[in-house]
């Protein structure tokens, strides 16, 4: 390869790690520049994953950056370790004569359409009305032709994807960037059990917890384990909204045969967020066939939720026990330590060196899911390379200024926290701390915990999550739920009103 075509990958790169930060992986310095051809600049990554990775998360800023170094209206195309590609033609300047004759209108701003006016003005890309000129370019950066829009070539390319509702993989998720801590140990474990011997570990693996607490990443870690390992093995991975949406389709048109060739006849199942499945009654009728279908020839099936198999609402019984028969496992807040490392993996995946100092002001004040670690990574990325600096402690404030000041930090006098809530709610109905917060679920118990959640939800800033988090790591459905029954309640039942009035009164006081 030309070594020009490794110049111009460089400052491809450079240019996306200057302008597009967010999108900027260390992993990009592997892929290989394939040259230009007809008018496409290609790119081949080291796996089809990585490949897939790129097309749906890189496109535009690779144009970009492709546009913006050469200076040609020049699209990107992604390709893996086994898709063909054809090479330039040797003969270039032959090629650039047979060009030249429409040099004047081949090289156009992108932000140019058909019907533009000649007098408006150029963006970005240099116009060449000289076709020596021209003819000079195109020697450098090899032939090109222009592709009919940004838009077709990108939606070609799109294109290429599964678009059965499957879920993206991606490679940035493996198990060798999963952060293990003592909030997490026990599903990682399970996790790698399940991808070393699929069928015969732990069948179903179903993980739950919160929002943003790495869920997903086991399961793509799982996938992407199982499938180094197993190459020929037949997965589907993907949501429970994909699941219900493939199946109402398959329902109206009179598919079912192919739904349930395409579900029952593989080798590995992965759903993601089952819990969407309640109240899905002809679906749930369905997933359940599927699952028996699996379970008997020992096919793996990986299930991941917000709640354990038994608090899911409206699910049927004989579904919950199906998930029981095999291992549950769940993954809680990390703490202080672990959230640190993360922090640290993040930026490392990104080519950002995070200092040791910046990392712990960071996890000091974001200790609620992963999610929130990693946009506060983002933040801190694009304020930096914006303002060009090194990242410090000011950057850092002035960058995360939101996170800074989190409900968590509101103190008395700015009105009640969340354990105000919980000790004025205990002492009020008489009962101990460790029962607000546990697992019973007698009326005398689960009355006033709605109760704290809903006044919770009412008096602070805290998440449907936090709030769960706090009240014994219960998820925020079950907060949801607690503030429309004590808000539909108060209407009906004076004495709860006057109830909550009273402790409203005196949390406001605080």
Known sequence: MPDHDYQVLDD???????EHPAVARRWFDELEPLGIVSGAFGVRAHSDLHRDYLRRNGLDAFNDAVRSVTGQLIAVRMLGPDDEWISAPSNAQ?????????????????????????????????VLTDTSAFASAVSAYNPIQRPKSKRTHISSERAWLDHNDALPINPDYG???????????????????????????????????GVGLGKTHLLQAICLRIKQQHPGITMRYLSCDGFMTQYINAVQSARMVEFRHAFRDIDLLVIDDIHFLAKRDRTQEEFFHTFNDLYQTNKQIIISSDSPPEDIPNLEDRLTSRFLWGLVVQIEKPGFETRVEILKRKAHDRGLELPDNIASEIAQHI???????????????????IAKKSIDLELTHKALGTEFASPASITAGQGPTIEHIISEVSTFFHIKRSDLLGKRRHKSVAHPRQIGMYLTRQLTKHSLEEIGAHFGGRDHTTVMHAVRSISKKCKDDPELLGQVRMLESRLKQL
Do not use: M
Request: proline fraction near 6%; hydrophobic fraction near 40%.
């Open 12 to 18: 491809v790169l450079a240019h996306i790690r200057a």
């Open 175 to 209: 198990f060798e960037q999963f952060v293990i801590g003592e909030n997490n140990q026990i599903p990682h474990a399970a996790a790698i059990a399940v991808s070393e011997n699929p069928g015969h570990a732990y069948n179903p693996l179903f993980i739950h917890g």
């Open 367 to 385: 200790d609620t899911n992963i999610r929130e670690l990693e946009g506060a990574i983002t933040k801190l990325q694009i304020v930096a390379s």
């Open 94 to 126: 032959s090629t650039s004569q047979s060009v030249s004759k429409s040099a004047k209108s081949h090289l156009i701003s992108v932000n140019d359409s058909p019907d533009a006016p000649a007098s408006e003005p150029h963006t970005n890309i240099e």
